[in-house]
DNA sequence: TCAGAAATCAAGAATGATTCTTATTTTTAT
DNA sequence: ATAAAAATAAGAATCATTCTTGATTTCTGA
C-alpha cells in the first residue's frame, strides 16, 4: 500500500470524525465525490470519481466507505427497484423521483408539516423507524 | 417434461386469459399461490409453495411466470433496499411497511383521494408513472 | 385433423452487484 | 517506541436474477 501517514492532518478544513466516523483519507474524499456531485452515484461510480484523487483504491474500499458512512447517518442509501445501490447525502426525509427521460434522480421533498398520518393509513400503533419512497416518470419543460 | 395437455382445461373456474396474457398451468398456480397466501413472498417463496401441486416447476420457470404477470400488470414487485424482489397481488396503490417484530409485510393504504401532490413537492411538469413507498418499523399491540 | 410455427418450459450456465477473506498497512493507546 | 486495533487492497465467494438451449406444448391455418 501507498504510504498514507499524512492521513489525518492533510485537510486542515475537514473535521477528523463525524457522528462517531474517523474520517480516513478514503473516508473524506468518497464523502466528498458525494457532496461535491449530487447525482446519487453508485458505489461504481464513485469508485471512479475518487479514483482521480486516490488512484490505488479498490472498490471494496469504496463499499467499506460507503456502508460505514450509511451505518453512521451521514449518507443514505437510495433503491430503484433492484438496481444498484445509489447514495445521497441529503439527510432531510425525502424522496426520489427518476426521470426517465434524462436518466437523472432528483430529491424529491415533502410537503412541510407533513406527516405519514396525513396521507397513508397506517395500523394503530405503528413507529416508522425508515421510509424509502421513490418515483418514476418524466417531466416536460416548456 | 410431464405432459401438460390437459393445461388450458383443467381449471374451469379460472380464466384461460387475464390482460392478454395466457394462464398456462405454471402462471396459473404462481398466481394462485399470491392470491391464496398474500404474504409477499420471494420468487424462492412461490417456487417451494407452487412445487407441491407441480412438482416438476423450475426456479427459473416461477421468474419468468413472475415477470409475465407483472409485465402484464396483474401483480407488483415489491421492493425493500436490495433484498429479494417479493410479489403482491393488490393493484391498488398502496406502500408497503416491513414489520421489523414479526417479519411480515402489511400492505399500506393511501388515505382516500389523496394527491402526491397534496404532500410532495414535486417540479412542476411532472408525470409520475410509477410509485414505491416502503417503511420499516415496528407495531405495539396492547 | 394435421403440420408447421410460435410460445412456453426445465435445467443449468452466466451475470453482476455486493460481501467476505486475508494479508498488509495505518492509526491508536500504552 | 511498541503492541493492539482499525482500515485498506485485492481478489475470491455469494446469491438473486437473467440468459441460453433444447425439449415440449399450444396455436394457426390449410
Redesign the interface.
Given at each position: 500500500m501507498v504510504s498514507n501517514s499524512d492521513n489525518s492532518n492533510e485537510q486542515e478544513d475537514f473535521p477528523q470524525e463525524i457522528n462517531g466516523l474517523r474520517m480516513t483519507r478514503q473516508r473524506r474524499e468518497v464523502y466528498r465525490s458525494l457532496m461535491a456531485k449530487r447525482v446519487h452515484p453508485t458505489a461504481q461510480d464513485v469508485f471512479l470519481d475518487v479514483k482521480d484523487k486516490l488512484p490505488q483504491i479498490s472498490l471494496a474500499t469504496v463499499y467499506n466507505c460507503l456502508e460505514a458512512l450509511t451505518q453512521h447517518g451521514i449518507i443514505r442509501?437510495v433503491?430503484f427497484?433492484?438496481e444498484s445501490?445509489r447514495y445521497c447525502p441529503n439527510l432531510h426525509e425525502h424522496?426520489h423521483?427518476h426521470d426517465?427521460s434524462t436518466g437523472k434522480i432528483?430529491d424529491?421533498?415533502?410537503?412541510p408539516g407533513?406527516r405519514?398520518e396525513?396521507?397513508?393509513?397506517?395500523?394503530p400503533?405503528?413507529?416508522?423507524?425508515?421510509?424509502?419512497?421513490?418515483?418514476?416518470?418524466?417531466?416536460?419543460?416548456?
Open positions: 442509501q433503491h427497484d433492484r445501490c424522496g423521483f426517465q432528483l424529491v421533498a415533502f410537503k407533513i405519514l396525513d396521507f397513508l393509513d397506517l395500523p400503533g405503528t413507529t416508522v423507524s425508515n421510509i424509502e419512497f421513490t418515483l418514476r416518470g418524466t417531466i416536460v419543460t416548456h
